[in-house]
């Protein structure tokens, strides 16, 4: 950026950040940014919460036709995002302050709204419009922080590129955060990490493979009739989607290095308390009562097993299957699919 004497345009550096929000991109660093901003903003997640579902969007048109930034979307959030270098922030918080809020309850999310900025601003009409101030080096040590969580998945060339926009960002406010003892582990080390990473992924690679494996094993017409889909999510799940009544039952049969988890979930919030109130009070259902399972959020942790146990996997994911389609059976009201 410094080479093409870019550095300092706030619309480059938008669609970097665009790029890098955006959790599907080839970077692989999936949530990073997006969770580093959260916390930079005070926001209360968990640790553990991934992001899914996300959606990006540079110069949006606001109500009074003027352009908000970045304008991100989550299962939670409608985030707005004006980003400020060195211009003063002369820009209309409150027209942008509507704007999201209107989008926020027009989805029925959370609205949150952003000014990030190299230096901490002093303007009175931030708090006014109920936008947070972001400043970029907050947001950078927080990235900093959590990429040990990361670096592993994350795209070797994409790290180098985030790096350097940190860096050049930094040089920007005059500031150096750079963590020189790790630097010079990463240097003295460059040739044994890039092996270690391109034999992590080979091996990320095989586990993901036997999802694909567990579909060929679970074949829908023999053990999900009237599933409405069997799909593969993000190479490391495998989906069941049901209908029952109008509520939408889903399974996920996840993997990752920890093992595999079979999940029963709602794809919203009516079709959750369905499944818990419902369908689990059932005695048939579950096989034995609801309390003796693991809960996580809206999930039912149903069963999980190690990495290598595919056939414990199918057997119990196919038993699981053979229940939900007995109770469509048994207590749907519509015609079977």
């Not at 968990?46 to 959606?55: C, G, P, S």
């Not at 540079?58 to 352009?67: C, G, H, P, V, Y």
């Not at 999310?109 to 907050?138: P, R």
């Not at 992924?201 to 053990?223: G, M, P, R, S, T």
Request: with cysteine.
């Amino acid at each position: 950026m410094e080479i093409s004497g870019y550095p300092h345009y706030e619309n480059v550096c938008s669609n970097i950040l665009k790029f890098y929000f955006e959790t599907e991109n080839e970077h692989n660093l999936n949530d990073l940014l997006l969770k580093s901003l959260l916390q930079s903003s005070k926001c209360e997640i968990d640790d553990e919460y991934t992001f899914e579902n996300i959606t990006v969007e540079r110069e949006i048109a606001t109500i009074q036709n003027n352009r908000l930034d970045l304008l991100i979307e989550t299962d939670e959030y409608i985030i707005g995002i004006e980003n400020k270098i060195f211009h003063f922030l002369h820009n209309d918080l409150t027209d942008y302050s509507e704007t999201i809020d209107n989008k926020a309850k027009i989805k029925k999310k959370k609205s949150l709204k952003i000014v990030l900025s190299l230096n901490k601003l002093n303007s009175s009409k931030v708090k006014e419009n109920d936008f947070i101030n972001v400043t970029y080096s907050c947001f950078f040590e927080n990235i900093q922080n959590n990429l040990g969580n990361y670096i592993l998945t994350g795209h070797n060339d994409y790290l180098i590129y985030l790096k350097g926009f940190i860096t050049t960002m930094n040089n920007l406010n005059g500031n150096n955060m750079e963590n020189k003892e790790l630097n010079l582990f990463f240097e003295q080390n460059a040739k044994t990490i890039i092996e270690l990473i391109s034999e992590f992924n080979k091996y990320q690679n095989e586990i993901y493979a036997k999802v694909y494996q567990l579909k060929e094993l679970v074949h829908k017409d023999k053990f999900a009739s009237r599933a409405i889909k069997q799909w593969i999510y993000d190479k490391h799940c495998l989906v069941h989607d049901y209908l029952i009544n109008d509520f939408q039952v889903s399974v996920d049969t996840c993997v990752s290095l920890d093992g595999w988890e079979i999940q029963l979930f709602g794809r919203n919030n009516k079709s959750s308390d369905f499944i818990f109130n419902e369908m689990c009070n059932n005695s048939e259902f579950l096989g034995k009562p609801i309390d003796e399972f693991r809960i996580e959020g809206n999930r039912l942790i149903f069963a999980d097993f190690k990495v290598g146990n595919i056939e414990g996997v199918a057997e119990t994911l196919i038993d699981l299957l053979k229940r939900i389609e007995k109770y469509l059976e048994n207590n749907t009201t519509q015609q079977k699919i």
